[in-house]
């Protein structure tokens, strides 16, 4: 069981806009820690997607969005493309935890 | 440019231990700390635990204590992560993974790991 919590699987049509959720509590996300996002391709590791809540690392196209209130996050994905499909996901810290980062379980999204 | 480089994959047999590297190069090795991160065979990302590569300081998430090494030789830009006591439960995909502190994003990643462990 994740720390975070995201829904198993989203889905949306080519160019249409898409959702992911992250949802945790009051010693990770709502304690004030940056949530950050990862793309996982098929068969490769994970790459940094979205950084300190809302932050695109260069070279990640503006289609990619995140922000953060209170316990939650979201990541937003426009213009869906076939290449998005992938999983995704969450990353957190947890104070209640030993020194650690915290994942949500993953997304995947299907590009229909 | 930073990149890690992870050694190759293992097959170990359960109660063995497998010991992983990650060389890093492309920045200054003890600027950044290092985690460790799993994915077992469908699964998603767990993460293991941290070292510091500056002084070597370590921790481990609660899971893995007791069972889970970081060491690091700063005389080549190498981290290890040694696990003992193998279950198949621990056939994954481990990945070393750069971060500035516990708490920040993790911007440069290994190419995994795949150890598997089978009788």
């Known amino acids: 069981q994740s720390v975070l919590t995201q829904p198993p699987s989203v889905s949306g049509a080519p160019g249409q806009r898409v959702t992911i959720s992250c949802t945790g509590s009051?010693?990770?996300?709502?304690?004030?820690?940056?949530v950050h996002w990862y793309q996982q391709l098929p068969g490769t590791a994970p790459k940094l997607l979205i950084y300190g809540n809302s932050n695109r690392p260069s070279g990640v196209p503006d289609r990619f969005s995140g922000s953060k209130s209170g316990t939650s996050a979201s990541l937003a994905i426009s213009g869906l493309q076939a290449e998005d499909e992938a999983d995704y996901y969450c990353?957190?810290?947890?104070?209640?935890?030993?020194?650690?980062?915290?994942f949500g379980g993953g997304t995947k999204l299907t590009v229909l | 440019q930073v990149q890690l480089v992870q050694s190759g994959a293992e097959v170990k047999k359960p109660g063995a231990s497998v010991k992983v590297s990650c060389k890093a190069s492309g920045y200054t090795f003890t600027s950044y700390y290092m985690h460790w991160v799993r994915q077992a065979p469908g699964q998603g990302l767990e993460w293991m635990g941290i070292i510091n590569p500056s002084g070597g300081s370590t921790s481990y998430a609660q899971k893995f204590q007791g069972r889970v090494t970081m060491t690091r030789d700063t005389s080549t830009s190498t981290v290890y992560m040694e696990l003992s006591s193998l279950r198949s439960e621990d056939t994954a995909v481990y990945y070393c993974?750069?971060?500035?502190?516990?708490?920040?994003?993790?911007?440069?990643w290994g190419q995994g790991t795949l150890v598997t462990v089978s009788s």
């Open positions: 009051s010693s990770n996300i709502g304690a004030g820690y940056d």
């Open positions: 990353q957190s810290y947890d104070s209640s935890l030993s020194g650690s980062g915290v």
């Open positions: 993974a750069r971060g500035r502190s516990s708490s920040s994003w993790w911007d440069y």
